[in-house]
């Protein structure tokens, strides 16, 4: 079974730039999620997707972070503009429940540096 | 703030020590509780959960957790770390009361020397 895949792996760019994540999760897992782990903390949640309708976007900057989901398999997250703050690694998630309780299976995870 | 606390951000032991990382969460009511762990080089995975019933759960590779309700705590322990059980641990919890995401702990980096 294939895992969830992201790309790219790795992105330098400077601030105010933008910049956009892509997600593969696994075939038929209908919930989607992207997180952002910054160096030495855990993973935090940005955005939930169930299929293509969010679910909770609560922790999503929504003044420069957007994601989309639009047909309810693939997913990107943009960032517009850049802030070095948002230096991190960028890891979806999916499962096919989408409660919460069931395991998530992550993705390998974006490192962005924005310098 | 609602919080998952795990106690050590660094641990180093040899191969055959015990293992046993802390974790604590804030949350009141019904929880979930997960342990996810990521070798290097590999995506987050995971370890073990607990959801109800016996609050000792076992997990993958000889690992298992410890639910204490009273404490607010989701212990991980191992008998016997083995060199291939370096890597990065993280408590997970889903709680109702925080609208049932999953929240991590900051994460322990455990280091086995062989």
Not at chain 2, 67 to 84: E, T
């Given at each position: 079974e ?36 910054i ?23 929504k ?5 989309e989901?639009?047909?309810g ?12 703050e ?14 919460g ?15 | ?14 191969e ?16 979930n ?64 009361a ?17």
């Amino acid at each position: 079974e294939a895992g969830v895949a992201q790309s790219p792996r790795y992105k330098i760019i400077e601030k105010r730039q933008s910049v956009a994540f892509w997600c593969n999760p696994i075939s038929g897992h209908a919930t989607l999620y992207w997180y952002q782990q910054i160096l030495g903390q855990g993973p935090k949640l940005l955005i939930q997707f169930q299929n293509n309708g969010v679910v909770d976007d609560s922790q999503l900057p929504k003044d420069r972070f957007s994601a989309e989901r639009l047909k309810g398999v693939d997913s990107t997250l943009k960032i517009q503009p850049a802030k070095l703050e948002d230096s991190a690694v960028y890891l979806c998630a999916s499962s096919y429940d989408p409660s919460g309780l069931q395991e998530q299976f992550f993705g390998p995870g974006t490192r962005l540096t924005v310098l | 703030a609602q919080s998952v606390s795990q106690h050590n951000h660094h641990v180093i032991l040899s191969e055959a020590a015990s293992l046993e990382l802390g974790c604590n969460y804030s949350y009141g009511g019904t929880v979930n509780l997960f342990w996810y762990v990521q070798y290097p080089g590999q995506h987050l995975q995971l370890l073990l959960k607990y959801f109800s019933g016996d609050p000792l759960v076992k997990g993958i590779k000889g690992f298992e957790a410890e639910f204490i309700k009273s404490k607010f705590s989701f212990n991980l322990r191992k008998p016997s770390v083995q060199w291939s059980d370096t890597a990065e641990y993280f408590c997970a919890v889903n709680a109702r009361a925080a609208g049932n995401k999953l929240t991590f702990g900051g994460g322990t980096r455990v280091l086995v020397k062989p």
